[in-house]
């Protein structure tokens, strides 16, 4: 596969990554451990080196105990971490009908040290910040980011589903934090970011010239110019970069 640079990073992954959801979270029942494990070492076999999972994505097994996407990745790539780009994600609770956001400092904070010992890690390669919270500036975030890069504890940092960011304050505030500019593009949903961008609400080829590079999300084969974008199965979401 081809690699390609994370932003403005030392980090490169192959232009195909595994997202890890489904295994846990939003696709029935949640695999079985020890199968979900197997399928995640495959993956790397095969040549997968970007592994992204959140501290939301959880499940309900049969016997009633709570899954944790984390734990089943943290397990499967113990074997190959420093192989890896290990990717996982803060400030959303599911609360049956609707989502919860926090991304206040402490909220960060309390959220990666659970994270890093569910994956077995002492660090998280790129750190997202899953929604944009309403109640703490995006300034905010971007500081205690900081922090915990100078920390050791994060390497990169990024957000998710920041579409309704104009490219105007990502200019003015972005920059020089953001490592990746993430889309997360899930089956109809692809039609809103290519939308944006036809009508120039989004200006990816700034992006690119700025070393931010998006990554595109979704469970259906996509093309987007001359790149295309398969999924591996129903189960397994597939990232591909641009």
């Not at 080196?49 to 959140?54: E, G, K, Q």
């Not at 609707?98 to 750190?127: A, W």
């Not at 039609?191 to 931010?212: N, R, W």
């Amino acid at each position: 596969m081809k690699r390609v640079r994370l932003g403005k990073t030392n980090m490169y992954v192959n232009t195909i990554g595994l997202g890890c959801m489904g295994l846990s979270h939003a696709s029935g029942l949640p695999t079985p451990k020890e199968e979900a494990v197997e399928i995640l070492r495959k993956a790397h076999d095969m040549g997968y080196d970007f592994y992204d999972t959140a501290e939301c994505y959880t499940g309900v097994n049969p016997d009633g105990s709570t899954a944790y996407n984390e734990e089943v990745v943290g397990e499967a790539v113990k074997p190959f971490r420093k192989d890896i780009i290990l990717c996982t994600k803060f400030g959303v609770k599911h609360m049956g009908d609707h989502l919860e956001f926090d991304s206040s400092p402490e909220t960060i904070r309390k959220s990666l040290e659970g994270s890093l010992k569910k994956l077995q890690t002492d660090y998280v390669d790129i750190y997202y910040q899953h929604r944009i919270d309403p109640k703490v500036e995006p300034e905010v975030v971007a500081d205690v980011m900081k922090e915990l890069i100078e920390e050791g504890k994060i390497k990169a940092w990024d957000m998710a589903f920041v579409i309704e960011f104009s490219e105007k304050l990502f200019k003015e505030h972005f920059y020089e934090f953001v490592i990746c500019c993430i889309y997360f593009v899930c089956n109809c949903f692809i039609y809103t970011v290519l939308h944006c961008i036809s009508e120039k609400t989004m200006d990816l080829p700034a992006f690119i010239q700025h070393g931010i590079l998006c990554l595109f999300r979704h469970f259906e084969s996509h093309f987007y110019g001359n790149h295309r974008i398969q999924c591996v199965c129903g189960r397994h979401m597939v990232d591909a970069f641009f």
